[in-house]
């Protein structure tokens, strides 16, 4: 048996109040009779005087009692399971996306789903297979078809909240595909205990909904610019509340409270604030609100504040206006120049073979090769050949270069290898490629840029800026914020012995440096992690912020779930007896019964 | 009193009622009814073996003749009795629905009634605390009036101990003794009525009750309050209580009854609730007072 609203029970503190009122207040009907004379012979044989022997006959009283016991568990709503094991196969579903670490009658929508999952597992049949999955990003299988409900039990008090955003319904074919195999047997049940709709379809299926109006704010974005090396801060916050909130949001650098800021949020609104001017060497920023509410979870929201490096590009050429002119305006790169007859020094982040390759190649730096001549030690330089109209392929590379038209009147006639990537073709042959040979991330542009108008185009600039970018390693798109549940591309150095992650509690994580690496994934946690690559005796350490999936997480879903799939309601329908109309309908008897004993003065 | 109890309606049914019966005396001094006790008189009643110390004139020597034994002439005597009416005035006879006072003025008046119109003498006594207030002995039917006066003017108050009370009262000679009481009375009446047949008194015991106090009508909690000692007693009343006390009741009245045959005295229960006529005719006939 189980109670939904065990509060109720306080109630049952009336029942001493009742009988003590009996005790203190028995009121009396005074009658004035001739003679006690005959009474007192009469009590003399029914000892009725103490107040305790007066209660033991009270018909009354008990049945006051009894009514207040109906009333009180009649309001403590009780459950009793009648049949567990109806179905042999049990398959529980648990969302376990970040909305569900809401609030959630004292406790979390999760802890809650876990309770009534757990009761669920208690009560199927001792011989029922049980299989739980849970559902991030995607779903996954914590326990596959266990008679063990101890196992169950443990695997499903051991799910840990997750923050990632996720679809339950991405479960629904999975445990359609499992369901499978139990049909026309002694059949199943799927329980999904979330905070959104499922479309259960034509499963055997329940589900069982947690969610609830929030009281909720949410921080959505941080974001900066520098002015005059000092930081604009940028945050957005948004009410997902019915009602109009205020709050105060704290900025942090690093772990350093840098400014506070109240805002006032009306219901549903978005509001971006500003923190001006600050002064900062943080290599992080954080933004909190400083009040708590139903989904903590999006009250703070992390970013990663970037240091330009000043990258040194060595340009080999006897003199190329256009490529000089595209380099120097990229920020953070220092060019220099010398001439092909003279010794190539090392330590340059790209070099730049411009006609010509010397005939030792530095042991270092990425390097971008431009008209290369033959025997150039990297590629095959066939003849050359007659140009045309260039044609751009789809690539990162490439980006913002679709409207691009420029020709190339000669290019040299390239092999292309097997490491290599084709960016631009010229009548099907390459005339720009890139790749990573001998671990150096290496380009190549099949034509001298004074044989084209490409350098007369819009797009010049861009395509100069992406291939630096690339070759640099100067992550061109500035990607340092992910949510939750994403899987990150570390992309490290070639040169890197070991790559470590630290996410926000400290946990420290060794990917396997393969090729290709294999994307990060445990970015279960928001806040900064710190990427740690070590090259040689040297460390390179970069962070990249994860926040909380607030836009599809901290919605306030509570009106997307129909009124039966509550959670109180939805328990009620499996397999079991709610008691409360019964125990109304007994009040009722015995309130009646209380009032023909009144009647009658029995 | 308010309102008179003896007004002309009542003295017409007491016209009636005396018609039908005349009331039985056997003690008292020759008045002008048959007397139960055998004496000297010219009406022959019995015979009886002699003993010693009988008058010797009243032996049958015709009878002697016949049966070789003495025996004894016996006649009914006619007498003029002494009735004696008590009537216990405490408070508590002054309950009831009707009230236990009003049958026992009128049950009284109709006895006096009739024995005046035997030519018996009548003293009505009324019992209070521990005193007796008793009216003048009365000796004719026109003196009724007094006696309905004595009667109506009756006070009931107080606690009364019938036993202290009757024994403080003086006794010339035989005669009926008549006791109106609920008899609630902690010493009981045993003392009393053995005094009165010490006195040669022919003793009635009419005990009157209310119908609330046959059939009490009460549910729930209920204070009790006794009218006269102002005692108070808490009682919740249940099915069980009144079964109880119905019993009581009734263990009550048969302790009575039972030492008044044990002593030759005659005992009438009477409800106050009962006509006065089916008190008369019914009761008072069927226990031999009147005929």
């Known amino acids: 048996m189980r109670l939904f609203s065990p509060w109720a029970l306080w109630f049952l503190s009336f029942m001493p109040l009742v009988v003590l009122m009996y005790i203190l207040k028995q009121k009396f009907e005074e009658r004035q009779i001739s003679s006690i004379y005959l009474w007192q012979q009469v009590l003399k044989d029914i000892e009725v005087n103490t107040p305790w022997q007066k209660l033991k006959r009270n018909l009354l009283l008990f049945l006051q009692l009894l009514s207040i016991l109906f009333l009180v568990f009649a309001l403590s709503d009780p459950y009793i399971y009648t049949r567990g094991g109806m179905y042999s196969n049990l398959v529980i579903v648990i969302d376990n996306t970040g909305s569900m670490n809401a609030r959630y009658e004292g406790n979390t929508r999760l802890e809650q789903a876990k309770q009534l999952a757990e009761e669920m597992i208690s009560r199927s049949g001792t011989k029922s297979n049980i299989t739980l999955l849970t559902v991030e990003r995607s779903p996954k299988v914590e326990i596959g078809k266990t008679t063990d409900k101890g196992e169950a039990v443990s695997k499903l008090r051991a799910i840990k909240p997750g923050n990632s955003s996720g679809d339950i319904n991405d479960s629904v074919s999975l445990v359609r595909a499992m369901v499978k195999q139990y049909e026309g047997s002694s059949g199943y049940k799927a329980v999904f205990y979330t905070d959104s709709p499922v479309d259960t379809e034509d499963l055997n299926a329940e589900t069982v909904s947690l969610a609830s109006e929030l009281t909720n704010a949410s921080l959505d974005y941080i974001s900066y610019s520098r002015d005059n090396g000092r930081l604009i801060v940028l945050v957005r916050a948004t009410n997902r509340s019915s009602r109009a909130l205020s709050r105060e949001i704290s900025l942090y650098g690093n772990d350093k409270v840098l400014d506070i800021k109240s805002v006032e949020l009306p219901a549903g609104e978005t509001k971006t604030v500003y923190f001006e001017e600050m002064g900062t060497n943080a290599h992080y920023i954080w933004a909190e609100f400083t009040e708590k509410d139903d989904l903590e979870e999006d009250n703070q929201v992390y970013g990663v504040v970037k240091f330009t490096e000043t990258n040194k590009v060595l340009l080999i050429s006897t003199g190329n206006v256009f490529i000089e002119k595209a380099l120097s305006n990229i920020k953070g790169l220092e060019l220099y120049k010398t001439n092909p007859e003279e010794d190539v020094e090392a330590g340059y982040d790209l070099y730049i073979f411009d006609s010509a390759v010397p005939e030792v190649l530095p042991k270092s730096g990425s390097v971008l090769l431009i008209n290369p001549p033959p025997d150039n030690g990297i590629i095959e330089v066939g003849a050359e050949l007659q140009g045309g109209i260039a044609d751009i392929a789809v690539h990162p590379i490439t980006r913002y270069m679709e409207n691009a038209d420029f020709t190339v009147s000669k290019l040299k006639s390239i092999e292309v290898p097997f490491w290599s990537e084709v960016l631009i073709n010229v009548d099907r042959n390459a005339a720009a490629l890139y790749g990573e040979y001998k671990g150096r991330k290496t380009a190549v542009l099949g034509f001298d840029l004074h044989n084209s108008d490409f350098a007369l185009t819009t797009e010049y600039p861009i395509f100069v800026y992406n291939l630096a970018a690339y070759l640099m390693g100067i992550n061109s798109e500035g990607r340092t914020s992910y949510v939750c549940g994403d899987s990150i591309e570390l992309n490290p150095d070639p040169e890197v012995s070991e790559v470590t992650v630290e996410n926000p509690e400290g946990e420290i994580f060794r990917p396997e440096l393969t090729y290709p690496m294999l994307p990060f994934d445990k970015t279960g946690q928001f806040g900064i992690y710190e990427l740690t690559q070590k090259l040689g005796g040297t460390e390179k350490i970069s962070s990249f912020a994860v926040n909380f999936p607030v836009e599809s997480e901290s919605m306030n879903n509570r009106w997307l779930v129909p009124e039966d799939q509550k959670a109180a309601a939805a328990v009620a329908a499996l397999g079991g007896t709610r008691m409360q109309e019964w125990l109304i309908g007994l009040l009722l008897l015995v309130t009646a019964v209380e009032w023909v004993v009144y009647i009658r003065g029995y | ?291």
């Open chain 2, 1 to 291: 009193m308010g309102d008179r109890i003896f007004d002309a309606e009542f003295l017409k049914k007491l016209d009636t009622i005396v018609i039908n019966v005349r009331m039985m005396m056997n003690t008292g001094s020759g008045g002008n009814r048959k007397s139960r006790s055998k004496g000297s008189s010219v009406e022959f009643s019995d015979f009886r073996e002699y003993s010693m110390g009988d008058d010797f004139r009243r032996i049958d020597w015709n009878a002697y003749g016949r049966f070789d034994k003495l025996f004894v002439k016996l006649f009914m005597e006619e007498r003029e009795a002494m009735v004696n009416i008590f009537i216990d005035s405490s408070r508590s006879m002054y309950f009831g629905e009707p009230k236990k006072s009003l049958s026992a003025i009128k049950l009284s008046g109709i006895l006096s009634y009739m024995a005046l119109n035997n030519l018996d003498r009548v003293c009505i006594n009324s019992l209070s605390g521990t005193l007796v207030r008793q009216s003048t002995a009365l000796n004719s039917r026109g003196m009724f009036q007094r006696c309905a006066d004595f009667l109506e003017n009756m006070q009931f108050d107080g606690i009364t101990d019938l036993n202290s009370c009757i024994k403080k009262k003086e006794f010339k000679g035989s005669g009926v003794a008549i006791v109106f009481s609920d008899f609630f009375n902690p010493g009981g009446i045993e003392a009393a009525v053995k005094y009165l047949l010490y006195k040669k008194q022919d003793v009635i015991l009419v005990h009157i009750l209310a119908p609330e106090e046959l059939n009490p009508a009460m549910e729930g909690q209920v204070r009790l309050l006794d009218s006269e000692t102002g005692e108070e007693r808490d009682i919740s009343v249940t099915p069980a209580l009144l079964k109880q006390y119905d019993k009581e009741l009734n263990a009550f009245i048969n302790n009575i009854r039972e030492f008044c045959s044990r002593m030759g005295a005659t005992y009438i229960q009477v409800s106050s609730a009962e006509p006065i006529e089916k008190t008369v005719f019914e009761e008072f006939t069927r226990a031999g007072i009147i005929y």
